[in-house]
């Protein structure tokens, strides 16, 4: 079965640095999420991404964070100077388009440590 | 702003029973509402998504409820099994989700 794969699992970083976090989507589908999740909280929405541009972002997803499709099928998340409360886990998901195909389908995650 | 509220932060019940778990949300017309499934340290699991125009959606022992009315999502695991503890999270919206802060289900044998 087709499955949403991200990598590292683990990244450890210090504060300032800057991260890419990587996934590489279900192949046949067109919209891509990134959620995190600081631990024991909620799963909470950052971003979606649909035909090579931002289609929703929450607050959460300010200047620091971007997002990038490089290639037919990598999904990059890019936090430019990481803080601590950037410490999280971190969640691709993707989807099929169209009004049918609104479940999600997530990652593993990666898990981020900012020191 | 929107709020979503999972009745429990954890439900314990005998095998073979059935679970129910409930969601209730306030601010927020959804169109679309979903259930997913967390295991500890990894990403969530689509199980169910249900319209605001249904009442009612199953899937073999899952079944979801939807009252616009009442602002309130149920969610039914019929007979019961060890394998279903997880934590479960209702999430409104359909592409943008607000999840909920989950319910820690146990089925104890």
């Known amino acids: 079965e087709p499955e949403v794969t991200q990598t590292p699992s683990h990244q450890v970083t210090q504060m300032g640095q800057e991260v890419i976090l990587r996934c590489v989507p279900i192949s046949n589908h067109l919209y891509f999420y990134w959620y995190r999740q600081i631990l024991g909280q909620k799963v909470e929405f950052l971003v979606s991404f649909y035909n090579n541009e931002i289609s929703e972002k929450s607050e959460i997803f300010d200047d620091q964070f971007s997002v990038e499709r490089p290639d037919g099928s990598n999904f990059t998340l890019k936090i430019r100077s990481t803080k601590l409360e950037d410490s999280a886990m971190y969640f691709c998901?993707?989807?099929?388009?169209?009004?049918?195909?609104?479940?999600?389908?997530f990652g593993p995650g990666t898990r981020l440590t900012v020191t | 702003s929107q709020k979503i509220e999972q009745n429990s932060e954890a439900l314990n019940i005998q095998e073979g029973k059935t679970a129910t778990l409930t969601c209730n949300y306030t601010?927020?017309?959804?169109?679309?509402l979903q259930w997913y499934r967390q295991d500890p340290g990894r990403g969530p699991v689509f199980l169910l998504l249900?319209?605001?125009?249904?009442k009612e959606k199953r899937k073999e022992r899952l079944k979801v409820t939807f009252d616009t009315t009442l602002k309130q999502s149920l969610f039914h695991i019929t007979a019961s099994q060890p394998a279903d503890s997880a934590t479960y999270l209702c999430?409104?919206?359909?592409?943008?989700?607000?999840f909920g802060s989950g319910t820690q289900l146990t089925v104890l044998p």
């Open positions: 999430a409104l919206g359909r592409r943008q989700l607000t």
């Open positions: 998901a993707s989807s099929l388009r169209g009004p049918s195909s609104y479940e999600q389908y």
């Open positions: 249900i319209r605001e125009n249904e």
């Open positions: 601010n927020y017309s959804p169109a679309y």
